[in-house]
T-cell receptor, first 112, second 112 residues
Framework: GENVEQHPSTLSVQEGDSAVIKCTYS??????FPWYKQELGKRPQLIID?????GEKKDQRIAVTLNKTAKHFSLHITETQPEDSAVYFC???????????FGKGTKLSVIP | EADIYQTPRYLVIGTGKKITLECSQT?????MYWYQQDPGMELHLIHY???????EKGDLSSESTVSRIRTEHFPLTLESARPSHTSQYLC???????????FGSGTRLTVV
């Protein structure tokens, strides 16, 4: 089955700086990679996703890049703000699988 | 508004009690999942269902059981609660394989 590794486990940045979270996956047939943001005491929410036929996707201050050859994908947050502080989870799904395999999460702290 | 609903939001019960955590969705999704998560930590899959009368155990060994008699309803039952069951339980649903999950707000369970 799919295995997703996520790094770093914790990340602190100054407000206004960029943050990057990286994930690797094991199944070369994986074709869908969503990112979830979970604020303290709240449910995980989908913030951006990318499919295997696309190399990059942007939505305002967040972007995701995918390198299928190296089997890794990354979340980029620019001009970070205190409200970006949360736990972020990457995930992947193998071809033909309905299930998402989640990374272990990254706790992002944005220091004002 | 289409969403996924979990009740109760918080629950404190005594050891040995039987409890059922409710999960219902109005998303029109056929796939549903239960995760156990300590606050801000890794998501552990405990049960999933791809349709009515279909249930499977997940990666995390659990003493709970689930049922799927109706498409929109996926309750989780603990026959005899123990302090080790203290955690947050998140229900999720999904439709198309490339659409990601929608999570409920969770039930925070404390067994004393």
């Amino acid at each position: 089955g799919e295995n997703v590794e996520q790094h770093p486990s914790t990340l602190s940045v100054q407000e206004g700086d960029s943050a990057v979270i990286k994930c690797t996956y094991s199944d070369s047939a994986s074709n869908y990679f969503p990112w979830y943001k979970q604020e303290l005491g709240k449910r995980p929410q989908l913030i951006i996703d990318i499919r295997s036929n696309v190399g990059e996707k942007k939505d305002q201050r967040i972007a995701v890049t995918l390198n299928k050859t190296a089997k890794h994908f990354s979340l980029h947050i620019t001009e970070t703000q205190p409200e970006d502080s949360a736990v972020y989870f990457c995930a992947g799904t193998g071809a033909g699988s309905y299930q998402l395999t989640f990374g272990k999460g990254t706790k992002l702290s944005v220091i004002p | 508004e289409a969403d996924i609903y979990q009740t109760p939001r918080y629950l404190v019960i005594g050891t040995g009690k039987k409890i059922t955590l409710e999960c219902s969705q109005t998303m029109g999704h056929d796939k549903m999942y239960w995760y156990q998560q300590d606050p801000g930590m890794e998501l552990h899959l405990i049960h999933y269902s791809y349709g009515v009368n279909s249930t499977e155990k997940g990666d995390l060994s659990s003493e709970s059981t689930v049922s799927r008699i109706r498409t929109e309803h996926f309750p989780l039952t603990l026959e005899s609660a123990r302090p080790s069951h203290t955690s947050q339980y998140l229900c999720a649903s999904s439709g198309h394989v490339l659409s990601g999950y929608t999570f409920g707000s969770g039930t925070r369970l404390t067994v004393v």
